[in-house]
């Protein structure tokens, strides 16, 4: 039997996974697929009115607080569960993941030459206990030619990512300035992952 203490990740992000490896957090998925006899998925549309910081917050407290739920649905080992949700901003505007190629290229041509910031909410649920927190980082791109745009489009780099772009990819490469974390960029703020895990009394470097 395997004695490491364990937690559940409720995403199917890839590259959550590698930041929870990298800082040698044991982990099970724990997909948030809908079952027959209820649905757990959560809705993302962002609510009338409802601010980045608040959305992305909202959006990781029900990911992880739904995750839990789903553990006793399935008679599952009750394992914190912890979430994530990551947006662009742009003037106030929530960049999420793009459609199609189009929409892509909509977002890089608005990020073009400009500041934008990243928000990343990281949350974890244990039956009634949850916490949260939230990391903000401000990403400055490039002035982006029309040809650069479509040549990172061809990539395909764009699919599934909040503003269209990869930083851990060929978009390192737009980015003159970050100030915040690289890690919550990419979708997963360490520093703020394990001050939650600590919360949980779970094993942090």
């Known amino acids: 039997m395997n004695s490491h203490p364990r937690i559940y990740l409720a995403s199917q992000s890839p590259r959550r996974r590698e930041l929870l490896k990298q800082i040698g957090v044991h982990f099970e998925l724990l997909l948030l697929r809908s079952d027959l006899q209820r649905q757990i998925d959560v809705d993302e549309t962002p609510q009338p009115g409802e601010s980045p910081a608040v959305y992305v917050q909202r959006l990781s407290q029900e990911k992880a607080k739904s995750g839990f739920d789903a553990l006793q649905f399935r008679n599952l080992p009750a394992y914190p569960v912890l979430a994530a949700d990551t947006a662009v901003t742009l003037d106030g505007n929530i960049f999420g993941k793009p459609v199609d190629a189009n929409q892509a290229a909509e977002m890089l041509h608005a990020l073009s030459g400009r500041e934008h910031q990243v928000l990343t909410s990281v949350a974890i649920a244990q039956s009634e ?19 650069r745009i479509k040549h990172y489009l061809q990539t395909h780099e ?45 094993p942090t470097p």
């Open 129 to 147: 206990h949850v916490e949260v927190r939230l990391s903000t980082s401000t990403v400055r791109f490039a002035k982006l030619s029309d040809e």
């Open 158 to 202: 764009y699919h599934d990512k909040a503003g269209g772009y990869a930083i851990q990819g060929k978009a390192a490469a737009f980015i003159e300035h970050l100030s915040g974390s690289y890690s919550g960029v990419m979708g997963l703020p360490l520093f703020e992952t394990v001050q939650l895990l600590q919360q949980f009394d779970y």
